[in-house]
């Protein structure tokens, strides 16, 4: 089994900064990508942020140039660094992964329990 754990959401005034990681364990044979993804109530699940393998990233454009997304391949984690927060910000924040398992031609797809981040005004 897999296991993504995230840690890291909380409180914050706007204009300040939270960092979001999370850690995935298990039987892993190699991850594909990582990323991070938000929910407001009653909303669909958006895209914030996406990071592949060889380091290629990709974040909504709400968030360009403030929420920096990163990988460390070796210990199997994302972090997503959060600048600048505004209250719009403020949701769950749920982690991704797109991996293999036992056969690396077969890929999988895990998510997180969610952090909640809330932005205060």
């Known amino acids: 089994q897999v296991q993504l754990v995230e840690s890291g959401g909380g409180l914050v005034q706007a204009g300040g900064s939270l960092r979001l990681s999370c850690a995935a364990s298990g039987t892993i044979v190699s991850i594909n990508a990582m990323g991070w993804y938000r929910q407001i109530a009653g909303k669909q699940r958006e895209l914030v942020a996406t990071i592949t393998s060889t380091g290629s990233s990709n974040y909504a454009d709400s968030v360009k140039g403030r929420f920096t997304i990163s990988r460390d391949t070796a210990k199997n984690t994302v972090t997503l660094q959060m600048n600048t927060l505004k209250p719009e910000d403020t949701a769950v924040y749920y982690c991704?992964?797109?991996?293999?398992?036992?056969?690396?031609?077969?890929?999988?797809?895990?998510w997180g329990q969610g952090t909640q981040v809330t932005v205060s005004s």
């Open positions: 991704n992964a797109d991996l293999s398992r036992y056969n690396p031609f077969r890929r999988e797809n895990y």
